[in-house]
T-cell receptor, first 109, second 114 residues
Framework: GQNIDQPTEMTATEGAIVQINCTYQ??????LFWYQQHAGEAPTFLSY??LDGLEEKGRFSSFLSRSKGYSYLLLKELQMKDSASYLC??????????WGAGTKLIIKP | GAVVSQHPSWVICKSGTSVKIECRSL??????MFWYRQFPKQSLMLMAT?????????EQGVEKDKFLINHASLTLSTLTVTSAHPEDSSFYIC??????????FGSGTRLTVV
């Protein structure tokens, strides 16, 4: 079956760095997305990886290892506004998105 | 960038009535749109995939007669919740595929059935 695993909740301190991990098992693979979702709002796009390696975009970076079925989202210089849920989603061979349950990130001052 | 407009943002309706939610792609043509439902503290659950000019494909467990989807043009898909009941109260989100791998979400609709 198809499955996405990510931690349910993480806590970090303002100004620090946090890494949110995601492992996936899908029928075929056409890339991995990370989305940010604040409570009561729709998800917003953060990153898309299809090749192995690290993609850096400002304070956020995303890493992919296709051989390991593993990705992580790295958030640096954490701000209070980064408190949100972070959703990992893999694109399968039919270009359907398989969603993880999301990681709720709590930022403490 | 690609923008998907979803209306209404929130709606309250009486039990037994129907509610229509619209999803429009503003600056691109969306041949495929997706409808999701999200309950509090849970992830997105795909309800159906709608393709322009053809019948929607519903996920297992989703009642097609209750959740009517129409994708009449390349820029508009609608979801109608028929004979709504309190258990249908949820956050409904549409998404459009811009290219082979690009997905953009609407702002979501909070439906409360009283």
């Amino acid at each position: 079956g198809q499955n996405i695993d990510q931690p349910t909740e993480m806590t970090a301190t303002e100004g620090a760095i946090v890494q949110i991990n995601c492992t996936y098992q899908t029928s075929g693979f056409n890339g991995l997305f990370w989305y940010q979702q604040h409570a009561g709002e729709a998800p917003t796009f953060l990153s898309y990886n299809v090749l192995d390696g690290l993609e850096e975009k400002g304070r956020f970076s995303s890493f992919l290892s296709r051989s390991k079925g593993y990705s992580y989202l790295l958030l640096k210089e954490l701000q209070m506004k980064d408190s949100a849920s972070y959703l990992c989603a893999a694109l399968d061979s039919n270009y359907q998105l398989i969603w993880g349950a999301g990681t709720k990130l709590i930022i403490k001052p | 960038g690609a923008v998907v407009s979803q209306h209404p943002s929130w709606v309250i309706c009486k039990s037994g009535t129907s509610v229509k939610i619209e999803c429009r792609s503003l600056d691109f043509q969306a041949t495929t749109m997706f409808w999701y439902r999200q309950f509090p503290k849970q992830s997105l659950m795909l309800m159906a995939t709608s393709n322009e000019g053809s019948k929607a494909t519903y996920e297992q467990g989703v009642e097609k007669d209750k959740f009517l989807i129409n994708h009449a043009s390349l820029t508009l898909s609608t979801l109608t919740v028929t004979s709504a009941h309190p258990e249908d109260s949820s956050f409904y989100i549409c998404s459009a595929r811009e290219q082979d791998y690009g997905y953009t979400f609407g702002s979501g609709t909070r439906l409360t059935v009283v």
